[in-house]
């Protein structure tokens, strides 16, 4: 993961740094608290373990997760928001999250966000 040297504004920055099909969803889904990895795995519908931890490595190293490590036998480890910084980032994504469901709503998708749990009955 390369980050350019110049950006047009701090947006840009931000906008590189979660990017993609996936970091929006990992981030979203550590909202509800610390997990494992197998447990993102099953959470977030369609992502490689490959996928998976590429992500949270570049969100750990740009500051957004972090993970905890617990000793013994079978290795636990964590992972969850950091704070601030990942804990800042999700008032973002449900603004996001918000106009989705808006948009959905208008263009007649309303019985998916109710079949997927996204907005109760």
């Known amino acids: ?10 947006l840009e920055l931000v906008h590189d740094m979660i990017k993609g099909k996936w970091k929006p969803i990992i981030l ?6 610390k997990t494992s990895l197998s447990k993102l795995e099953q959470d977030i519908q369609g992502i490689t373990q490959k996928m ?3 992500h949270l490595k570049e969100l750990m190293e740009y500051g957004f997760v972090e993970k ?5 036998y079978p290795l636990h480890v964590e992972y969850y928001l950091s704070d601030p ?7 973002a994504l449900r603004i996001m999250q918000h106009i989705g469901i808006t948009y959905l709503e208008k263009n007649g998708k309303a019985e998916e ?9």
């Open 1 to 10: 993961m390369k980050m350019r040297e110049d950006y047009t504004c701090p």
């Open 28 to 33: 979203w889904r550590l909202r509800l608290g």
């Open 52 to 54: 998976l931890l590429q």
């Open 68 to 72: 905890q490590t617990y000793s013994g």
């Open 85 to 91: 910084m990942g804990k800042e980032i999700i008032e």
């Open 113 to 121: 966000l109710l079949k997927k749990h996204i907005i109760p009955d």
